[in-house]
């Protein structure tokens, strides 16, 4: 079991950056995969980016790609999204995610959810 707590959203100018923080409780952080989502208005919820285990593989969705940024600190229990060069095409409340699979797939069930945080990106 895991509870996930997202921080570090705000209203940003296109071309800014962020650093989303995902905190974890429990002491087992490190057993699972973890993964950002983001649902904007109007939209389907989207898969952003995952990270392994260890945080040595990662993920990332073509949009984001080159601009966004997963890391873990499994000593600290979180998990991080670096978001870069920001577009107002990335507004979207962004959530992160929590897997007990054994292996980090593009396929990926997810089985515990923060709250998330709102990031908005004004042009």
């Known amino acids: 079991q895991v509870q996930l707590v997202e921080s570090g959203g705000g209203l940003v100018q296109a071309g800014d950056s962020l650093r989303l923080s995902c905190a974890a409780s429990g002491r087992t952080f490190s057993r699972y995969i973890m993964g950002w989502f983001r649902q904007a208005p109007g939209k389907e919820r989207e898969f952003v980016a995952a990270?392994?285990?260890?945080?040595?593989?990662?993920y990332y969705t073509g949009s984001v790609k080159g601009r966004f940024t997963i890391s873990r600190d499994n000593a600290k229990n979180t998990v991080y999204l670096q978001m870069n060069s920001l577009k107002p095409e990335d507004t979207a409340v962004y959530y992160c995610a929590a897997s007990t699979a054994e292996y980090l797939q593009p396929e990926q069930v997810y089985d515990y959810w923060g709250q998330g945080t709102q990031v908005t990106v004004s042009s």
């Open positions: 990270i392994s285990l260890s945080g040595s593989r990662t």
